[in-house]
């Protein structure tokens, strides 16, 4: 299994930073990024990539709750899967960024003992900090 928790629609920030570091330890990245490019079929090192492409496809695929995978059982290597994906849940808007700003002004220790509490603030500071980062444009500006 590639990450402990099966994606379910739910925290795919929190995923796929899991895969990545995941991926990232079996040195398999460039696959998934694009670096890893597919050779020709009539080149030696074809079968060899395509193995290992279908390896880290199996890996993503099984660590989808049933009703993603059935939606992306059928692409064709991994590099198009995760772009799938981005383009599918890695979409920002402003509603989400108030609610996690929301629920960190709306957050109180209650019957948490510290570390509970602390541990629940660092995660949603955290999720905002990616989302904010997300929601940044990083165009260059040519129109002066």
């Not at 220790?109 to 940044?136: F, H, P």
């Amino acid at each position: 299994m590639l990450v402990p928790v099966p994606f379910d629609e739910i925290g795919y920030r929190s995923w796929r930073r899991s895969v990545l570091r995941a991926l990232s330890v079996k040195n398999k990245l460039g696959f998934i990024n694009g670096e890893c490019r597919k050779p020709t079929p009539n080149s030696p090192q074809f079968r060899q990539w395509e193995r290992y492409d279908d390896m880290v496809t199996s890996w993503i695929l099984n660590s989808f709750a049933n009703e993603i995978y059935d939606s992306v059982e059928y692409v064709n290597d991994s590099v198009e899967l995760w772009r799938e994906l981005e383009d599918r849940y890695d979409q920002i808007n402003e509603p989400k960024l108030y609610q996690k700003q929301k629920e960190i002004n709306d957050l109180v220790q209650g019957t948490l003992d510290i570390t509970a509490y602390y541990t629940r603030m660092k995660r949603l500071w955290e999720e905002l900090n990616t989302l904010s980062a997300k929601s940044q444009c990083n165009c260059v500006c040519i129109c002066g």
